[in-house]
């Protein structure tokens, strides 16, 4: 009974992405004709000539994902580590304002960055999404690092400074390895919220025509017809998610029991 | 001059500051700006106009009541059909758990616009109309893994032990669950809620979407007076959403100290 509700409610959540899994091996132009099996969707996604906007999209948000996953991981490991070893007053502080950018609503965050960016006269595009994208991600970082901080035995670094180490060296060879586990959390949430985004990127990408997939999807919505096109894209990105989520998983079962032998 | 530089950065709390630096810029700032522009005419001079316009414009009032109203059925929706998903989730064998909340929290990873949009084709599959049933089903689809994951993780924690001692005490089964359970996960329900409402409430792209843009919410009306170049209304606007959002952490942090506990994260 129990197990039944919880198959039902998945059912359920899981129906319109099998939709669009089974309508990805179809010709037709709309969503539920079915108009015989076909791959045809598959290879022109791969042929690249139908829908060359869409493949640059993709490109686009991929660069933007990369970029701003590796300078928020960057950016908020160092802050960490400051932060850690601040006051508690300023420490407090500094773990508000780091808050906001995760609790804010999306839209709001989008349309504070359109005001900071038109107000100064910056023309909108790539940068300013990338610079946008790394305002909401580097708050997970400094989440995701903290931890491993706290875990840390403090006179390590101080032993390395003895010994004679420059703070740089200390770093590389001290702190860095302790907190690499949760520098690699924080870097696969940020590419992944990244990937995601939507609201704040539709305030900050300007006009000039740069798409991602979030605004090519939006604006191909609004059109009326999503192109066909978009349903082979989806499926083979829930898969491979599907498939990257199952091997982290699995990865971290494997390391839980390794410690335990 | 480089000996300084390095000295400055022996003091691992400087190491702050860069970010400290980049959040004044890109957070404190952006939102100075909003209640900047909220106060101010196109020209920059003081004003109390774009509130007033806000409060004279019964559209834009009736807009921000129907979101809100929509916001909370949305999420006390979430909250009936996902309360007891979490705790079946969080009773059942430790093994086929984990695999499931994962299911659950799968359809979180897929791009929110492609959901909803194989949302609106389930529902054209299905004959279902598309109008405010269709609204607030597909913001359930959208925003269930939300409300299930924290309260799972609160569960999760519990101290069976609890339980038992209710148990012992005489409690029969609805005793235990009203008196133990219930209030040993609210903090998991309180930031369920949070993580609900907020989205739900300041949607924009979605309701379009899922209404055939028959239905405006409130999101709508801001995106689009800030992409018709009214800056100083749109901004207004903005600040009020800001304040609700900003009544709503409130209210969760008060109703329960604990409550990054039951956080997504």
Redesign the interface.
């Known amino acids: 009974m129990?197990?039944a509700?919880?198959w039902l409610?998945?059912v359920?959540?899981?129906?319109?992405?099998l939709?669009?899994m089974i309508?990805s091996f179809t010709e037709a132009k709309v969503?539920?004709n079915w108009t015989g099996f076909s791959t045809k969707l598959y290879s022109s996604l791969f042929a690249g000539n139908v829908q060359h906007s869409l493949i640059s999209a993709l490109w686009n948000t991929f660069a933007i994902a990369m970029l701003a996953a590796t300078i928020s991981t960057l950016?908020?490991s160092?802050?960490a580590?400051?932060?850690?070893?601040?006051r508690s007053g300023a420490r407090q502080t500094?773990n508000f304002?780091?808050a906001?950018?995760m609790?804010?609503?999306?839209?709001?965050?989008g349309?504070?960055?359109?005001?900071?960016f038109?107000?100064f006269g910056i023309s909108q595009g790539f940068t300013t999404v990338v610079?946008?994208h790394?305002?909401f991600c580097?708050p997970?970082v400094?989440?995701?690092v903290m931890p491993r901080l706290k875990k840390m035995n403090q006179n390590v670094?101080e032993a390395a400074l003895d010994l004679g180490a420059?703070?740089f060296q200390a770093l590389h060879k001290v702190i860095f390895p302790e907190i690499r586990p949760g520098m690699i959390s924080g870097f696969i949430?940020a590419f992944?919220l990244s990937?995601?985004d939507?609201?704040v990127t539709?305030?900050t990408i300007g006009n000039e025509g740069l798409e991602t997939?979030?605004t090519f999807?939006?604006a191909d919505?609004?059109k009326g017809g999503?192109t066909p096109e978009?349903r082979p894209l989806?499926t083979i990105?829930?898969v491979t998610?599907?498939v990257l989520?199952?091997v982290i998983?699995k990865r971290a079962e494997k390391q839980k029991t390794d410690k335990i032998r | 001059m480089i000996n300084k530089f390095s000295a400055f950065f022996m003091r691992r709390k400087n190491w702050a500051i860069p970010y400290v630096v980049f959040l004044a810029i890109f957070v404190v700032m952006p939102l100075l700006l909003i209640v900047f522009y909220a106060f101010t005419d196109a020209e920059g001079t003081l004003t109390m106009a774009n509130f007033r316009k806000f409060m004279l414009h019964p559209e834009a009032i009736n807009t921000f009541v129907y979101s809100i109203g929509i916001a909370i059925i949305t999420t006390l929706t979430c909250l009936v059909l996902g309360y007891p998903a979490a705790y079946i989730l969080s009773h059942s064998h430790f093994n086929t758990s984990r695999t499931m909340v994962m299911l659950f929290i799968l359809p979180m990873w897929v791009n929110i616009l492609i959901r909803t949009l194989a949302t609106v084709a389930l529902f054209d599959f299905l004959n279902f109309p598309l109008g405010e049933g269709a609204l607030i089903f597909g913001m359930v689809y959208n925003f269930l893994p939300f409300m299930i994951y924290p309260i799972y993780n609160t569960l999760q924690k519990m101290d069976p032990s609890l339980v038992e001692a209710a148990q012992d005490l005489g409690a029969n089964p609805f005793q235990v669950f009203v008196k133990t359970i219930f209030p040993l996960s609210m903090p998991g329900v309180t930031s369920g809620i949070v993580m609900v409402f907020m989205p739900t409430v300041s949607t924009f792209a979605i309701a379009e979407l899922l209404t055939m843009n028959n239905i405006k919410l409130f999101g709508t009306t801001v995106q689009e007076n800030i992409n018709n170049g009214m800056w100083n209304y749109g901004a207004a606007l903005s600040l009020i959403m800001l304040i609700l959002i900003g009544v709503t952490v409130l209210f969760s942090n008060e109703s329960d100290g604990a409550s990054n506990e039951g956080g997504v994260i």
């Open positions: 129990a197990k509700y919880l409610l998945l359920l959540l899981y129906a319109p992405i939709i669009i309508f969503l539920g950016l908020g160092i802050a580590i400051g932060i850690f070893n601040l500094i304002v780091n906001i950018p609790m804010n609503a999306d839209i709001i965050t349309i504070s960055l359109f005001l900071l038109v107000s610079l946008a790394i305002t580097t997970y400094v989440l995701s670094y420059t703070p949430l992944t990937i995601d939507f609201a539709i305030f997939l979030s999807i939006y919505a609004r999503l978009l989806s990105i829930f998610v599907l989520l199952i998983n």
